[in-house]
């Protein structure tokens, strides 16, 4: 044995093991302390070409030279989220006690599919799925599981929802969510056989946010027309203009009609610790069943995700065993029962880790930061001739785009894609883009509680004078005609 397995974890290798993690940790940290822009702004042509040029059949033979070559391959070239100039999708920088965590559950490779092959890491998941469901406001009763992310989420709470219908013709079954939802739902709706079109928008108010009223009249559409109301979907922080539904009224509206209510929490789920903003989940402890994302607005790394149910009967009618695995009289906690997976990730350890260092109040006061800065954000493009704004934020999200008094709607449709491609290509600033009714948009994400306003105005310039210099290029003599 001994010499014959080098690369592999184990007792005759934790010094090596330690060595490389050491050399890992070091080798991003060499990065992270002198990176200043969020992107190295590498073509994509050059990056394709230095991967394409690794001989995947020729060993370098040890981590070390593994190691030099991926920092030159990956860490010289990776998006980081962490820089204030990245301020473009759902992205937060990670806390740091997660990734030790990182370190300890990669190397035991725990698997929490079966107390047999985790034991406390089941335990642990466990309580964190308590804790979750408390702070929802769910009873006793709660369960859930950890998953692999929002997606995942979303396609469980829905499952979940198919199989507590009476109903059982799949094509009559409707899923209820406004066209803001995320796209996962309709994923969702596909994957469980409903078809592409169960999905039936209901109407928003004018700030984006599901309108009950709107919701009740489809309810009764639809039971008119013979078709069954499978679930509603509230979102709890929309992905583009980061509304919240009403929750409350909504879920009035699910009970009346005895419909499921999942709430997507995915973006939001970081108002559950906040200390001034819980108050818009009012509601969500009336859910079925509810996504959350701790590796967006917990500041986790990826992927650590969970779906939280009302009622464990709910979770458990899913529940299949295999002798070889999870045998009916088992007799420990085995949390593939309830899973959509089975080989799975402890990441739960990261959110342990992370609530037993940070703790819940300071993760919330961190989201607040952020929500405070897109407010601070709003108010400097408002202020600024030079740019439009789609909408207020709610949480951390900045809808907006470049365009000067002068500067036909047509022609700053064209321009905004194009500069937020011209953005990223440069590397310092990398912001989102989406469309609202035809039209384009860029968008700030907000995820890290160090950028400040200050940074906010640099990347704003930049996206300013990036306008300027595209609109100059495609006709010279604006530089002359706008003063
Ligand atoms: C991000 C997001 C999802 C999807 O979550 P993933 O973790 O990316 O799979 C679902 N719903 C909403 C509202 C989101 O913002």
Avoid at 45 to 55: E, S
Avoid at 222 to 245: E, S
Avoid at 341 to 367: H, I, S, Y
Wanted: proline share 4%.
């Amino acid at each position: 044995m001994e010499g014959s397995t080098p690369h592999l974890f184990g007792r005759s290798t934790v010094h090596t093991f330690q060595h490389d993690v050491a050399r890992a940790a070091a080798a991003v940290a060499d990065r992270v302390g002198t990176v200043r822009r969020p992107y190295s702004g590498a073509s994509l042509t050059d990056l394709q070409a230095m991967v394409d040029a690794v001989d995947l059949d020729r060993p370098l033979g040890d981590t070390d030279a593994a190691l030099d070559e991926v920092g030159r391959l990956y860490l010289d070239h990776a998006v980081w989220f962490h820089e204030p100039g990245y301020v473009a999708h759902l992205n937060c920088p990670v806390a740091l006690p997660a990734l030790s965590a990182e370190v300890l559950l990669a190397a035991v490779n725990s698997s929490v599919d079966t107390y047999d092959q985790s034991t406390t890491g089941t335990l642990i998941e466990r309580r964190l799925v308590d804790w979750a469901a408390g702070r929802i406001g769910f009873g006793p009763d709660a369960d859930g599981v950890f998953t692999s992310g929002g997606t995942q989420s979303n396609l469980h709470g829905l499952l979940l929802a198919r199989e507590a219908s009476a109903a059982t013709d799949l094509s009559r079954m409707r899923i209820l969510a406004t066209a803001e939802a995320h796209f996962s739902v309709t994923q969702a709706g596909i994957l469980l056989g409903l078809g592409r079109d169960a999905v039936v928008p209901v109407a928003t108010d004018d700030v984006g946010r599901m309108d009950p009223v709107a919701l009740t009249a489809i309810l009764d559409d639809l039971i008119r027309y013979d078709l069954v109301p499978m679930a509603v979907v509230a979102t709890a922080g929309t992905t583009d203009l980061g509304c919240v539904d009403p929750v409350d009224a909504v879920a009035d509206a699910c009970a009346r009609y005895g419909v499921w209510l999942h709430v997507d929490a995915a973006y939001g789920c970081g108002l559950l610790v906040s200390t001034r903003r819980r108050h818009l989940l009012d509601g969500i402890e009336r859910a079925d069943s509810v996504t959350v994302d701790f590796h967006k607005s917990f500041f986790q790394p990826i992927s650590s995700s969970a779906v939280i149910v009302r009622r464990s009967a709910a979770m458990r009618r899913m529940a299949h065993h295999a002798d070889y695995l999870n045998p009916r009289t088992a007799t420990v906690p085995n949390q593939v029962d309830k899973s959509l997976q089975t080989t799975r990730r402890f990441d739960a350890l990261k959110l342990w880790m992370t609530l037993r260092t940070v703790g819940a109040e300071q993760l919330g006061t961190m989201f607040d930061r952020v929500v405070d800065l897109a407010e601070d954000a709003h108010r400097l493009l408002i202020d600024d001739p030079d740019f439009e704004v789609a909408a207020a934020p709610t949480l951390s999200t900045v809808l907006f785009r470049y365009r000067p008094a002068w500067l036909d709607v047509d022609t700053c449709d064209t321009l905004t894609p194009r500069i937020r491609a011209r953005l990223f290509a440069g590397g310092e600033a990398i912001v989102a883009g989406t469309t609202r009714k035809g039209h384009h948009w860029l968008k700030l994400t907000l995820l890290n509680p160090a950028t400040t306003v200050e940074h906010l105005r640099t990347v704003l310039d930049r996206v300013r004078e990036t306008g300027w210099e595209l609109l100059t290029e495609d006709d010279p003599r604006l530089a002359t005609a706008v003063v």
